[in-house]
């Protein structure tokens, strides 16, 4: 299994790009990356997703190195509406869905 | 288009009690997912069935047992419920049983166990 370590919280600014780092170092080949978000009293949703390099869409990037044994989501220009926490889930291609078990998140709080 | 939808939204059970936990999901999805959340803590897994008519043990099943009805809906189920079972539990579901299909996520059934 991919053990992830994410840090348990963050601040920031409105305006600002904030960066979420989440280490992964026993990822397998066949791993994907996944973030989400959680508000309170919501269930996760889904945010973006990769395998390598960089994935770009319309809320979110995502950076992994060449490694993969870390990815970085990057949030940017954040609002008060994105205080929310934030899991990494590395999920295998095939296998038991038993590994589809989330950290504890990052607690971001974005500050007016 | 109303996702994943779980009822009921709040339940308050005594020990001992039973009670059914129920998922419907409308995206015509293959795969479902029950987890368990607790205070300051992730998502744990506690049954999951890939496809209509199997159902596999996840991380924490002790004291769970779980339904696939039919292909839209999943249910959990306590047979004798216990106060360490208190939490806020979520149904979840994917698109087929390709692991990397994102989790769509219902808004999650809080149980008290008194």
């Known amino acids: 299994l991919a053990k992830t370590t994410q840090p348990i919280s963050m601040d920031s600014y409105e305006g600002q790009e904030v960066n979420i780092t989440c280490s992964h170092n026993n990822i397998a080949t066949n791993d994907y990356i996944t973030w989400y978000q959680q508000f309170p009293s919501q269930g996760p949703r889904f945010i973006i997703q990769?395998?390598?390099t960089k994935v770009t869409n319309e809320v979110a990037s995502l950076f992994i190195p060449a490694d993969r044994k870390s990815s970085t989501l990057s949030l940017p220009r954040v609002s008060l509406s994105d205080t929310a926490v934030y899991y990494c889930l590395v999920a295998p291609r095939s296998g038991s869905a038993r590994q589809l078990t989330f950290g504890s998140g990052t607690q971001l709080t974005v500050l007016p | 288009n109303a996702g994943v939808t779980q009822t009921p939204k709040f339940q308050v059970l005594k020990t001992g009690q039973s009670m059914t936990l129920q998922c419907a999901q409308d995206?015509?999805?293959?795969?479902m997912y029950w987890y368990r959340q607790d205070p300051g803590m992730g998502l744990r897994l506690i049954y999951y069935?890939?496809?209509?008519?199997?159902?596999d043990k996840g991380e924490v099943p002790n004291g769970y047992n779980v339904s696939r009805l039919n292909k839209r809906e999943f249910s959990l189920r306590l047979e004798s419920a216990a106060p360490s079972q208190t939490s806020v539990y979520f149904c979840a579901s994917s698109a087929d049983s390709d692991y990397n299909s994102p989790l769509h996520f219902g808004n999650g059934t809080r149980l008290t166990v008194t």
């Open positions: 995206m015509n999805h293959n795969s």
């Open positions: 069935s890939a496809s209509e008519g199997t159902t």
């Open positions: 990769g395998y390598k």
